[in-house]
């Protein structure tokens, strides 16, 4: 394992939740994808801390910070998917039309 | 610390304070969760930071910085009082909502949670101005955005604002994702989150790529969240999702705070980069100016057409970043501050004659002269009509561009803006000339709510005609 080695690992997650955010058309996988862009980030964060930075404590502890503020995001996120849910509207973003123009 | 200092941490103190003021009166002295309690205790409290705000700009130091992770200075305090001034108008908007008769399309219920949301927006905006690490802008902005994507789906039984909050969502989770991409990237080539850290290594090496990349990310992100062309598709719909008062407050403290983070990085430790970035923000620039102002020559609600007349604002805005700082600061931020008068003037008014659509003003010359004026003023202002201070705002901005040699650019500027005064002449002559609807009754102002709008139109005119006030703004700045 090398810094080098970490960082292709985590453009190329990055890169699959870009294209995972383009391509999928349900609201679920797209907030799957969303996670994965932000996983590549806590790789990154790590190796770097691990392998380069002067100050090596805290790329450590904005990984912690990204997990906790990225759930509440989500948490927010998935209750808006139940609110939708909950009136038959379909998960589709391609099918979110109503509001166009 | 002596109080002089002390004094620079109080307004961020108290707002923060205020959600959880907001939510004791909720819990203990709201039995019915009525809107009017907690909206007073929140009045009152944000007008206790606005005092606050003004002690600090009076009588505090020049800078304080606090556990070597948050600080506070004059320029940054213009922004609190941005976000401040914004919250208070938009809670009392939203009363309004609350007091509708049930089963109407506007109604709000949960005052409680709607009012924490709100403070807890205005708090987070107040921490991304004064961040001094990475770790504490990420945590401001977060607690900036994750209250207003829950307030933009606030009617939980409409599918528009349902739909509205997951567009918000998907965009800003992605805008998040790109955030901290950069600051990744950043962390890696510099190796620290501190602001002082990362600006001392880049006076070492200006020209590094990985640097370079970190702040074309963060770039993106604040375009996203600045509603910038080409990611501005977000800002219609939910505007039009979202009830009228969150819809105000997204178009005036959400965009300022995007702008102040923008200020805080690209001024701050990103400024050796800034200059490579210039082309990056005069193409985005030309471009949002263009699809903004396109954009509302067709829309007939009145959301919409605000989020267009809006997304143009922020092309106008992105203008300042292509100065150097003693320009620009002092430019964006007497921008902001007049740009959110004249905005929240115009959503007040529609607020109050409670339309949906842009027509809903119609002869409101007959049924209301005094609204129809203060809209008429306000629409001046953003047109940027000369007695009236958003052409002093307009004019520094060019001026800034000018300064930094972008000449065409500050001509599709101006051509731009002439677009803009068709559109928004177009509603003052509709007000003016156009038939009240048929069923049209004389529109009541309770005083408290003409108070409001007397100031906001008087603040459009002494801002303008008040040389103290540019001064301060501008010595703010330096």
């Known amino acids: 394992m090398n810094l080098t080695a970490c960082l292709v690992l985590a453009a190329l997650v990055f890169a699959c939740g870009v294209f995972g955010m383009l391509r999928n058309r349900h609201i679920i996988n797209i907030l799957i994808s969303i996670e994965l862009m932000l996983n590549a980030v806590m790789i990154n964060f790590i190796a770097f801390a691990h392998f380069r930075a002067a100050d090596p404590t805290a790329g450590s502890v904005f990984v912690i910070f990204i997990i906790a503020l990225t759930s509440a995001e989500m948490a927010v996120a998935l209750a808006v998917v139940i609110a939708l849910y909950r009136q038959r509207h379909p998960l589709d973003v391609e099918r979110m039309k109503r509001l166009h123009g | ?478």
């Open chain 2, 1 to 478: 610390m002596n109080l002089s200092t002390a004094i620079l941490l109080l307004p961020d103190a108290l707002l923060l304070l205020a959600p959880f003021v907001v939510l004791f009166v909720d819990l203990f002295f709201n039995p019915r969760h009525e809107a009017r309690p907690v909206l007073r205790a929140l009045s009152w409290v944000l007008l206790a930071v606005g005092g606050a705000l003004a002690a600090a700009l009076c009588c505090g130091e020049r800078e304080v910085v606090f556990l070597h992770a948050y600080r506070v200075t004059p320029w940054m305090l213009w922004f609190k009082v941005c976000f401040t001034g914004a919250a208070l108008v938009a809670a009392r908007m939203a009363e309004g909502c609350f007091a509708v008769a049930d089963g109407h399309p506007a109604r709000l219920t949960r005052p409680g949670e709607f009012f924490t949301l709100l403070a807890f927006a205005a708090g987070g905006m107040s921490v991304t101005v004064s961040a001094l690490d990475l770790i504490t802008l990420f945590i401001g902005l977060e607690m900036a955005t994750i209250p207003l994507y829950v307030l933009s789906g606030f009617y939980r039984r409409h599918l528009d604002s349902a739909e509205g909050a997951m567009k918000f969502i998907i965009m800003g989770s992605l805008a998040t994702a790109f955030v901290l991409f950069g600051y990744s990237l950043l962390y890696g080539a510099t190796g620290h989150l501190q602001f002082s850290a990362i600006a001392a290594y880049l006076a070492e090496h200006p020209g590094d790529p990985l640097v370079r990349a970190a702040a074309l990310f963060i770039f993106t992100a604040g375009a996203f969240k600045l509603a910038l062309a080409p990611f501005h598709m977000w800002a219609p719909d939910v505007y039009q999702g979202a009830p009228l008062p969150v819809a105000a407050f997204l178009s005036t403290a959400s965009k300022a705070a995007a702008a102040g983070f923008l200020v805080v990085l690209f001024y701050g430790p990103l400024a050796p980069v800034r200059p490579a970035l210039a082309p990056v923000f005069a193409a985005f620039a030309a471009a949002t100016m263009l699809v903004g102002n396109l954009g509302s020559l067709r829309q007939t609600n009145f959301r919409r057409f605000m989020a267009y007349s809006s997304i143009a604002q922020a092309g106008y805005l992105l203008l300042g970043f292509l100065a150097e700082r003693e320009y620009a600061v002092g430019a964006l931020l007497y921008f902001l501050v007049v740009y959110l008068t004249a905005n929240l003037a115009v959503f007040f008014v529609y607020a109050t004659v409670r339309g949906e659509d842009v027509a809903a003003v119609n002869g409101l010359s007959r049924t209301n002269p005094a609204l129809a004026a203060v809209l008429m003023l306000a629409f001046f202002s953003l047109a940027g009509i000369p007695p009236l201070a958003g052409f002093n705002g307009k004019f520094w901005l060019f001026a800034a561009a000018a300064g930094a040699g972008r000449y065409w650019l500050v001509l599709f500027a101006v051509l731009n803006s002439v677009v803009a005064l068709y559109y928004y002449m177009n509603v003052i002559r509709a007000a003016y000339i156009e038939p009240p609807a048929a069923d049209a009754r004389p529109v009541k102002l309770p005083r408290a709510d003409a108070l409001l709008l007397f100031v906001l139109v008087a603040l459009l005119l002494v801002l303008a005609l008040w040389p103290a006030f540019n001064r301060a703004v501008f010595a703010a700045a330096l």
